[in-house]
């Protein structure tokens, strides 16, 4: 069984706030929203509680609606949205879809002054015709001599409903502060209730299945709940400088069986790589010795070494044209087991023999490249890679036939990849880049699922983190680790990696600051207090390299086997 799909709609939803009752600077509290519950009657979600919005409108594009709109024209509209044009209706809709479903009226004078209350009120009595088409928002705005602010109406959220559903829509959530003395009311026809609450009250009414909330609506509520004032969630919707659409998505278990994931699902970006035509025919379950197909070009099959460090197991890659019967690399053969190696070449067999002509590696821990020597002798491919070092535990048997440079294009049969040279987790560590997709194999590099050991005298914490920052530039569309899943969003997942690194930096400071002189034992308890103490013995490696970090930038030194946080650290504010 697959999912059937169809083209979502474009609509707009708008998120409304206002502080509530008896806030104040003395007595903080979270902004208070505004919620409609849709009748029992609605073709679409029948009895939820959402927020004000609903598809676009064609009269929301027109030039009279556009010739409304200030402080933000088409181009730059589009631009926030991510879309080459038509940006602008957006903002039209959710002003317009905000009077009509709650009667406050988001609208501006020709002096910028907002609409008063009794004003907004003496229009209520419009709401019905706007609501039943004959009467045009751009005409009302225009023969009211009102406008809408653009500037006041901020972009937070994308949302696509799932393929297979009835009405799918593609939903850009905005938000804004309610304008003062207007209280709103439902139109008590598709909603027949409202109510301003706050984000924690109606997610805990949800909880007790007191009201239907819906994923997106939810998870929107949990965001807001961070927020102290409706303007502190305007400023930081303002601030958002990247936003991704949450579509969910459906994709097949080893059974054959459907299921819906979401962006916080591990396999949400791999799912959506795979099957960009939305089927829902891509398995989501990462099996050992069954291989895989990403796209066009790739096909990951995982090793059966599964473990702690290693998630599901190790992920070779074979690289490219397949169906068009071309020379194959393997990118990561993983570690020396026959029927893992089988696999691999039953993969790249061709009908005259086997198609694998290369063999690159990220580097040479024991999980990752001895199953290139077996490779080779089998298919006499070219062994690519870097030599192995000296320190830690490595591929002792480890032999490449050719050293790439950093930078160097590696041109294959039919597509190129570049090879980068990324040090920290391990000093001769590479990436690889698949430059007509923008698939970067990223080894033990950035994981999915898990940080990164970094485990001294060959790992190092301050060349893994600028080897992070290089990758920023390369623009990569999509990660695929060592270890797991495809990892979406590259740009966003790097600057995450290297901020956390950087807060456990900060507990290492804070914990010697504490302490004053300590060892690697008596940190570890202090600065990985949320990992369990089964894993403390890893937590060491990184911690070790955290503390040389330090060291080597003479924030702290080290005697008699402690650490001693330096003299201008301390006294640091």
């Given at each position: 069984?697959?999912?059937?799909?169809?083209?979502?709609?474009?609509?707009?939803?708008?998120?409304?706030?206002?502080?509530?009752?008896?806030?104040?600077?003395?007595?903080?509290?979270?902004?208070?929203?505004?919620?409609?519950?849709?009748?029992s009657k609605?073709?679409?979600?029948?009895?939820?509680?959402v927020?004000?919005?609903?598809?676009?409108?064609?009269?929301?594009?027109?030039?009279?609606?556009?010739?409304?709109?200030?402080?933000?024209?088409?181009?730059?509209?589009?631009?926030?949205?991510?879309?080459?044009?038509?940006?602008?209706?957006y903002?039209?809709?959710?002003?317009?879809?905000?009077?009509?479903?709650?009667?406050?009226?988001?609208?501006?004078?020709?002096?910028?002054?907002?609409?008063?209350?009794?004003?907004?009120?003496?229009?209520?009595?419009?709401?019905?015709?706007?609501n039943?088409?004959?009467?045009?928002?751009?005409?009302?705005?225009?023969?009211?001599?009102?406008?809408?602010?653009?500037?006041?109406?901020?972009?937070?959220?994308?949302?696509?409903?799932?393929?297979?559903?009835?009405?799918?829509?593609?939903?850009?959530?905005?938000?804004?502060?309610?304008?003062?003395?207007?209280?709103?009311?439902?139109?008590?026809?598709?909603?027949?209730?409202?109510?301003?609450?706050?984000?924690?009250?109606?997610?805990?009414?949800?909880?007790?299945?007191?009201?239907?909330?819906?994923?997106?609506?939810?998870?929107?509520l949990?965001?807001?709940?961070?927020?102290?004032?409706?303007?502190?969630?305007?400023?930081?919707?303002?601030?958002?400088?990247?936003?991704?659409?949450?579509?969910?998505?459906?994709?097949?278990?080893?059974?054959?069986?459907?299921?819906?994931?979401?962006r916080?699902?591990?396999?949400?970006?791999?799912?959506?790589?795979?099957?960009?035509?939305e089927?829902?025919?891509?398995?989501?379950?990462?099996?050992?010795?069954?291989?895989?197909?990403?796209?066009?070009?790739?096909?990951?099959?995982?090793?059966?070494?599964?473990?702690?460090?290693?998630?599901?197991?190790?992920?070779?890659?074979l690289?490219?044209?397949?169906?068009?019967?071309?020379?194959?690399?393997?990118?990561?053969?993983?570690?020396?087991i026959?029927?893992?190696?089988?696999?691999?070449?039953?993969?790249?067999?061709?009908?005259?023999?086997?198609?694998i002509?290369?063999?690159?590696?990220?580097?040479?821990?024991?999980?990752?490249?001895?199953?290139?020597?077996?490779?080779?002798?089998?298919?006499?491919?070219?062994?690519?890679?870097?030599?192995?070092?000296?320190?830690?535990?490595?591929?002792?048997?480890?032999?490449?036939?050719?050293?790439?440079?950093?930078?160097?294009?590696?041109?294959?049969?039919?597509?190129?990849?570049?090879?980068?040279?990324?040090?920290?987790?391990?000093?001769?560590?590479l990436?690889?880049?698949?430059?007509?997709?923008?698939?970067?194999?990223?080894?033990?590099?950035?994981?999915?699922?898990?940080?990164?050991?970094?485990?001294?005298?060959?790992?190092?914490?301050?060349?893994?983190?600028?080897?992070?920052?290089?990758?920023?530039?390369?623009?990569?569309?999509?990660?695929?680790?060592?270890?797991?899943?495809?990892?979406?969003?590259?740009?966003?997942e790097?600057?995450?990696?290297?901020?956390?690194?950087?807060?456990?930096?900060?507990?290492?400071?804070?914990?010697?600051?504490?302490?004053?002189?300590?060892?690697?034992?008596?940190?570890?308890?202090?600065?990985?207090?949320?990992v369990?103490?089964?894993?403390?013995?890893?937590?060491?490696?990184?911690?070790?390299?955290?503390?040389?970090?330090?060291?080597?930038?003479?924030?702290a030194?080290?005697?008699?086997?402690?650490?001693?946080?330096?003299?201008?650290?301390?006294?640091?504010?």
């Amino acid at each position: 069984m697959t999912a059937a799909r169809s083209e979502p709609r474009p609509a707009a939803t708008i998120l409304l706030l206002r502080e509530a009752a008896g806030a104040g600077p003395a007595v903080p509290a979270a902004p208070e929203v505004f919620m409609l519950q849709r009748t029992s009657k609605a073709a679409f979600l029948p009895g939820a509680f959402v927020f004000p919005g609903g598809a676009l409108d064609p009269d929301d594009a027109s030039e009279r609606a556009l010739r409304r709109v200030r402080g933000l024209d088409d181009a730059q509209a589009s631009a926030r949205l991510g879309i080459p044009a038509g940006g602008l209706a957006y903002w039209v809709a959710a002003a317009r879809e905000c009077f009509e479903e709650s009667g406050i009226l988001l609208a501006w004078d020709e002096h910028d002054r907002p609409v008063p209350p009794e004003r907004a009120a003496a229009l209520e009595s419009l709401r019905a015709p706007l609501n039943a088409g004959t009467l045009r928002f751009s005409e009302f705005l225009e023969r009211e001599g009102l406008f809408v602010r653009a500037q006041e109406i901020a972009y937070y959220s994308h949302w696509i409903t799932a393929a297979s559903r009835p009405r799918r829509f593609s939903t850009r959530f905005f938000l804004a502060c309610a304008p003062a003395g207007q209280q709103g009311a439902h139109d008590r026809s598709e909603t027949v209730h409202s109510v301003w609450v706050s984000p924690r009250d109606a997610l805990e009414r949800g909880r007790r299945k007191e009201i239907e909330l819906i994923y997106p609506t939810h998870s929107t509520l949990a965001d807001l709940a961070a927020m102290r004032t409706p303007r502190e969630a305007f400023e930081h919707a303002r601030r958002l400088d990247e936003i991704e659409v949450n579509a969910a998505c459906w994709a097949l278990d080893h059974e054959g069986s459907l299921r819906l994931f979401r962006r916080a699902d591990p396999p949400y970006y791999e799912i959506h790589w795979s099957d960009p035509e939305e089927k829902g025919d891509t398995c989501f379950v990462i099996q050992p010795g069954i291989a895989k197909r990403l796209d066009r070009l790739v096909t990951r099959i995982t090793a059966p070494n599964p473990g702690m460090m290693t998630g599901p197991g190790t992920n070779a890659y074979l690289v490219g044209r397949r169906d068009e019967g071309g020379a194959l690399a393997v990118i990561d053969p993983g570690p020396a087991i026959d029927s893992h190696v089988a696999k691999i070449l039953e993969e790249g067999a061709g009908r005259s023999g086997s198609r694998i002509r290369w063999i690159l590696t990220t580097h040479t821990h024991p999980d990752h490249s001895p199953a290139a020597a077996l490779l080779k002798a089998a298919t006499g491919a070219q062994v690519i890679g870097m030599p192995r070092p000296e320190h830690g535990h490595q591929d002792h048997g480890f032999a490449p036939d050719r050293v790439p440079a950093d930078g160097e294009r590696l041109q294959l049969d039919g597509c190129a990849l570049r090879a980068v040279h990324t040090p920290g987790h391990a000093s001769n560590h590479l990436c690889y880049l698949l430059e007509e997709t923008r698939m970067l194999f990223t080894g033990d590099h950035v994981m999915q699922g898990s940080t990164v050991v970094i485990n001294p005298p060959d790992g190092d914490m301050r060349v893994y983190l600028a080897s992070l920052e290089r990758l920023l530039a390369l623009n990569a569309a999509i990660f695929a680790p060592g270890h797991g899943y495809l990892i979406g969003a590259p740009q966003r997942e790097i600057r995450r990696l290297i901020a956390h690194r950087l807060a456990r930096e900060a507990k290492v400071a804070a914990a010697l600051q504490r302490r004053g002189p300590s060892t690697l034992e008596e940190l570890v308890t202090d600065v990985y207090d949320e990992v369990s103490p089964r894993l403390h013995a890893v937590a060491m490696r990184s911690l070790a390299a955290h503390l040389d970090k330090l060291v080597a930038e003479g924030r702290a030194r080290r005697a008699a086997g402690r650490y001693i946080l330096s003299a201008d650290e301390r006294s640091a504010p």
